[in-house]
Each structure stands twice: as C-alpha cells, then as structure tokens.
C-alpha cells in the first residue's frame, strides 16, 4: 500500500466514527497536501500568504479571527467614512456684519384657488444660507381694466441647516413686470439673523432675479405711524 492510499483509509477510517477530533499525523498530512495545492487569487493572496506559516491548531483559528474582525473593521471604515463626510457642516455666521446676496429663482410649481396663490420655488442664490426650497402662499387682489395686481402673504425657505419665514409683499405692473420683497427671520443655524428678500421678474418668464441682504439681528419693526415728522 502506497503512503497515499494509507492516507486515504486512514481519513475514512476517522470520517466513518463520526469523528469530533482528528489524529494529529493525519491533519498534519492532509494541510501539508493542501498547502501544496492550494491556488492564490492574485488580489487576496497577500492576506492569505501568512496563514501557510501555521500549523492546524489554535494559531490557525486565531489568525483567521484576527483576518476576519480586521476585514470588519474595514468595512465599517468605508461605509462610515462617506456618511460623516456627507453631513455639511453650517455655514458660519458672523454676528456682527452684513452680507448682500445675489442669485435667481426657479418655479416648479403654483396654484391658485379663490384669490389664494401657492408656489413653490427653487433659490439658487450667492450665499449658501439662503439657497433652498421655498413655499409661498400669498393672497392676491388685482384692479381691474388697468393691469395691476398686487399681493401679500407667508413665505418659508429651508435647506439642511435652517430656515428663513416672514411675510411677502408683491406687485404686478401692466407691462407683466413682478417685484416681490419682504423680511424674513432666521430659524435653526440662522437664529439671530435676517435676511431681506427680494426678487424681480416678468410673467412670461418662470425665473426671478434676486437682490437681497442677510442681517444680523431681527427683522426691523414697522415704525409708528406717530413717531414720524
């Protein structure tokens, strides 16, 4: 009988007493002939290399421990590592100056259901703070047989940090020109600002152009009518 065969019977010898350990000579022999055998992929076998060094054993359970909880951890890593990259961090705000803003307007959507208008508007301005979604919801009369119409009503815009709200007003002239302006306060990272919208536009057109300012501080009250010379 050659040293194979006796290999082989001595396998099935073990294999067939339902075996929960094995001869030591027979798994030694059989990792020799595996290791011998064995074919590297290219991209693991670096990380795969240092476990021919051990014998069957203990060291051979802990390093496949140590390779798997490594493998872990790094996948952890890169799944972590986009998500906290991902959270934009405010920006800042310096409490004691102002800023003034530049930008357009995008319509995407807008109603209007007994004198009562609703829009929602994309903000692409100069200023991070007050870029966003905006919804307007305004109330609308107009004069008519001279073409001009004017309006008043709530606006909000919000992004990832905050969110700006106060009362709009708007004006539409006869030659379908728009001017819309108003204050609004500061909420979230923006407490203890303002910002003063105002946008122009025409009515053929879904954009609006904008020229505004961010303040600090809150909106400016109304003056008293008595207060004035």
């Known amino acids: 009988m050659t040293r194979e065969q006796d290999l082989q019977r001595r396998l099935v010898d073990w294999l067939t007493d339902g075996p929960v350990t094995a001869p030591t000579q027979v798994v030694d022999e059989a990792i020799k002939r595996t290791v011998g055998r064995r074919q590297h992929h290219p991209l693991w076998g670096w990380l795969l290399a240092p476990l021919d060094r051990f014998r069957a054993g203990e060291d051979t359970r802990v390093v496949i421990l140590v390779v798997v909880l490594a493998l872990t951890m790094l996948a952890a890593l890169a799944i972590a590592v986009p998500l906290a990259g991902?959270?934009?961090r405010a920006p800042e705000m310096d409490p004691s100056s102002a800023l003034s803003v530049t930008g357009a307007t995008e319509v995407i959507s807008e109603s209007e259901l007994d004198g009562v208008f609703e829009r929602l508007v994309r903000v692409d301005a100069s200023d991070s703070r007050v870029r966003g979604e905006a919804r307007q919801v305004m109330?609308?009369?107009?004069?008519?047989?001279?073409?001009?119409?004017?309006?008043?009503?709530?606006?909000?815009?919000?992004?990832?940090?905050?969110?700006?709200?106060?009362?709009?007003?708007?004006?539409?002239?006869?030659?379908g020109s728009?001017?819309?302006?108003?204050?609004?306060?500061?909420?979230?990272?923006?407490?203890?600002?303002?910002?003063?919208?105002?946008?122009?536009?025409?009515?053929?057109?879904?954009?609006?152009?904008?020229?505004?300012?961010?303040?600090?501080?809150?909106?400016?009250?109304?003056?008293?009518?008595?207060?004035?010379?």
């Open 139 to 175: 109330s609308i009369e107009s004069a008519p047989g001279v073409g001009l119409l004017r309006s008043t009503g709530l606006m909000r815009l919000e992004n990832d940090w905050g969110a700006w709200e106060g009362a709009i007003h708007g004006a539409r002239y006869p030659d």
């Open 86 to 88: 991902g959270t934009r």
């Open 178 to 229: 728009e001017l819309e302006y108003g204050w609004l306060q500061g909420h979230g990272a923006y407490e203890g600002f303002s910002y003063f919208h105002s946008t122009r536009g025409h009515t053929a057109e879904t954009g609006r152009t904008i020229e505004g300012a961010i303040w600090p501080g809150e909106p400016p009250p109304a003056p008293d009518p008595s207060s004035l010379p």
